[in-house]
């Protein structure tokens, strides 16, 4: 029972070191016009992971840059939706990632990424590698790999129910504008039809010149 419960625990610390440890996952606004940057200190040897996504706003697309420590560009993307980035750090130091809307006059973005740096810590750190798994380290294991799937899941179905509700929002107001704008145009036809119409019936005053013999 203890041996359970210590396999247990350590599943449980093993998903809090992904979550806290081995990446960086955020989802925040993007002004027009603005720029906006996000530091990493990063070891050598160390692989690493950039996803980005634009979710609201515009054409849902965002500029997207990534900077080794001596400023050498690693990647560089314009205008892109969404996109991954996965490379291995060749030096020390810190390392910058920046997306840009400085293209968009007045339209702000909604942008999520997730930097992931490293491996995943192994599950039974302290187990002689050597020594098969038991029957219950492989279940935990299988349980371990299916929960990061579902985290996985999860993520994506967020990001894609988001920016499906942006994109109803957006459909939605350009309908109501729309119908609007018809409604004054059909009333403005109808108002001029009328004064037409009633130009074409009513009573001309005839003037008689009386002439004088």
């Known amino acids: ?106 339209t702000h973005k909604t942008v999520y990424f997730d930097f992931q740096v490293g491996d995943d810590p192994p599950l039974f750190p302290n187990e002689n590698r050597v020594t098969a798994l038991t029957q219950m380290e492989s279940a935990c294991v299988s349980i371990h790999e299916a929960l990061k799937s579902v985290m996985d899941y999860q993520t994506h179905f967020r990001l894609r129910e988001a920016q499906g509700r942006s994109r109803a929002e957006d459909l939605n107001t350009r309908v109501a504008f729309w119908s609007i704008g018809e409604a004054i145009i059909l009333l403005v036809v109808s108002i001029s039809q009328v004064v037409l119409l009633r130009s074409f019936f009513s009573d001309k005053k005839t003037t008689m010149t009386r002439m004088g013999s």
């Open 1 to 106: 029972m203890f041996g359970s419960l210590r396999v247990l625990l350590q599943v449980l610390w093993a998903q809090l070191l992904c979550g806290w440890v081995l990446g960086s996952e955020l989802t925040f606004e993007l002004p027009d016009n603005a720029k906006q940057c996000f530091y990493e200190d990063i070891i050598i040897g160390t692989k690493c992971t950039l996803e980005f996504q634009v979710v609201t706003g515009g054409h849902y697309d965002v500029d997207c840059r990534l900077e080794d420590p001596d400023g050498t560009t690693l990647y560089k993307e314009m205008k892109k939706q969404y996109d991954s980035f996965t490379f291995t750090a060749a030096k020390n130091g810190t390392y910058k990632f920046c997306f840009s809307n400085e293209f968009s006059t007045f």
